[in-house]
């Protein structure tokens, strides 16, 4: 198994809060970069960045085209605009929504996939539709693992339900319980 490179964060749904909690649960030397899809409105003035960075000791940056990737960075795909990952740098495309969202899971997550194979991990945390299931399943095709929020503690479970019902995931957890795992995941390196 390759050393974590690039953690792959999907949400919707109260995703705010989830995605606050597993940041916070994460060590400023966690040795990864992660890259966030969280569905919201086409809102350029968007507080997201902000109030993530309240909870987080690792820098939170909404990159541009061409934003170079650093460890121990999280990035978050701007409102309106997919996220992909290629190799080394983030890339930005308006490329119609997938799922109905935009920035989409699916999007982001194949692209990890393509770009990291088994030094990726993805995690999909509460999300009111099935976007995240289709790049779950090119995740684990990659070599990556799958970290999913048990859908019993989610806000809203469709989303984990789909990835659940599409792929075999590594683990089935809390949002407190996959940060506590992306630590020791990723600094076993």
């Given amino acids: 198994m390759s050393a974590v490179e690039i953690v792959a964060i999907g949400a919707s749904l109260g995703g705010l809060q989830a995605v606050q909690t597993l940041l916070r649960g994460l060590p400023s030397d966690l040795g990864a970069s992660l890259v966030l899809a969280q569905h919201r409105r086409a809102d350029p003035d968007s507080m997201l960045v902000h109030l993530l960075g309240k909870h987080c000791v690792l820098p939170v940056l909404e990159p541009e085209d061409k934003t170079p ?46 770009a990291y194979g088994s030094a990726a991990i993805g995690v999909v945390l509460t999300n009111s539709n099935e976007d995240g299931a289709a790049g779950s399943v090119a995740i684990k095709r990659a070599g990556g693992q799958l970290l999913v ?41």
């Fill in 69 to 114: 990737i650093e460890r121990n960075h999280v990035y978050v795909a701007p409102s309106d605009y997919h996220l992909l990952v290629e190799s080394g740098h983030l890339a930005l495309s308006i490329d119609p929504p997938v799922c109905y969202a935009r920035p989409s899971i699916d999007v982001l997550f194949e692209s990890v996939a393509d």
């Fill in 149 to 189: 929020q048990d859908p019993a503690t989610a806000e809203s479970p469709i989303g984990p339900r789909a990835v659940l019902a599409s792929v075999e995931v590594d683990a089935v957890l809390t949002v407190e319980g996959i940060a506590e795992h992306l630590a020791k995941l990723c600094r076993s390196r």
